[in-house]
């Protein structure tokens, strides 16, 4: 299966807003007692989490997964830490990339992928004010050449081909 593809959870897409993304990892996520159950039934909201690099461990910072209804006393904090889990050399690579400056690690997706929760982490460099406005010229210009085509096909007479 390839990376970012399953079951999509919760989607980050204010940071494809907000930042510029330059490569992506998978990444699994360690999870305690009633937390799988929270995000397997979609109560969970990655809008302002960010991934760390703390003493050589990737870690998911800002992550709310609900407390589970039917957990009573087996909840866990719904903002606590969770530890992303990457093979050595990716967090070697990240080391290095987030040590320059202006990248940051954004997740970008919460899905699951053959039983397991994974995220999907972007190494991402923030976009200016101008670098947004352009992109949503972009899109908008897009959008009016679909809207146009579209017309284009509704008007067309069938009976004219034949």
């Known amino acids: 299966m390839p990376k970012g593809a399953g079951k999509v959870v919760a989607q980050n897409k204010k940071a494809y807003h907000d930042y510029t993304i330059e490569e992506t990892y998978e ?8 937390e799988i159950k929270s995000i397997r039934n979609g109560k969970v909201n990655l809008k302002d989490s960010y991934a760390r690099m703390i003493n050589g461990e990737l870690f998911l910072i800002g992550m709310h997964v609900s407390p589970y209804e039917q957990g009573n006393r087996y909840n866990h904090d719904p903002l606590r830490t969770r530890k992303l889990l990457l093979h050595r050399k990716e967090i070697n690579k990240l080391i290095g990339e987030t040590k320059e400056s202006g990248y940051a690690l954004v997740p970008l997706k919460l899905y699951m992928k053959n039983g397991y929760a994974k995220v999907l982490v972007g190494l991402a460099r923030g976009k200016k004010k101008y670098d947004k406005r352009e992109d949503l010229k972009k899109k908008e210009a897009k959008r009016e050449v679909e809207r146009a085509f579209r017309e284009r096909q509704k008007n067309v007479n069938p009976k004219a081909y034949n």
Do not use: E, H, K
């Not at 990444?27 to 009633?34: E, S």
């Open 27 to 34: 990444a699994g996520i360690v999870l305690q007692g009633t």
